[in-house]
């Protein structure tokens, strides 16, 4: 049963719940943060939470040991409930109920992860882009970028 407006964390492996106390929350080690993790392997400022469109969205800020959501690491993503956010190396469950943050329906977009992983450094950088199909519909070659 959540008991908190907003939802809870609730420490994978067993701990006492998290109440999520606001719609806009700091995770981190230092006190001045919305939710105090005192751990070595947490960043001072780690992530951000907040409520967008009714769901949940973590940002990490910058983290030195990373923030993941189901395993994947990520730089920013939308939390479905039931959901396994990790922290460094620290996991937690989110249990909300979307409807009450003001979700009137399922986002039409997927939670796909955004990570700097997903493309390549030349990706990244404007060198490369993705991979065109083809007329037939399978790959064809990687545009080149124009110099």
Not at 16 to 36: C, K, N, Q, T
Not at 117 to 143: I, N, V
Request: charged fraction near 25%; proline fraction near 8%; charge should be positive.
């Amino acid at each position: 049963m959540v008991t908190s407006q907003f939802g809870e964390l609730l420490p994978v492996g067993g701990g006492d719940p998290i109440p999520l106390l606001g719609p806009a929350l700091v995770v981190g080690r230092r006190e001045s943060s919305d939710i105090v993790l005192r751990f070595p392997n947490v960043s001072g400022r780690h992530c951000e939470l907040n409520v967008v469109d009714g769901y949940w969205v973590v940002k990490d800020l910058g983290s030195s040991n990373g923030t993941k959501v189901n395993g994947t690491r990520v730089s920013e993503q939308r939390l479905e409930p039931g959901d396994k956010l990790t922290v460094a190396k620290h996991h937690f469950e989110i249990v909300y109920d979307p409807s009450r943050l003001g979700a009137v329906s399922k986002p039409s977009e997927p939670a796909v992860p955004t990570s700097l992983f997903s493309r390549s450094l030349l990706e990244t950088a404007g060198l490369e882009s993705r991979r065109l199909p083809d007329a037939h519909g399978g790959a064809d070659k990687q545009r080149k970028p124009k110099t």
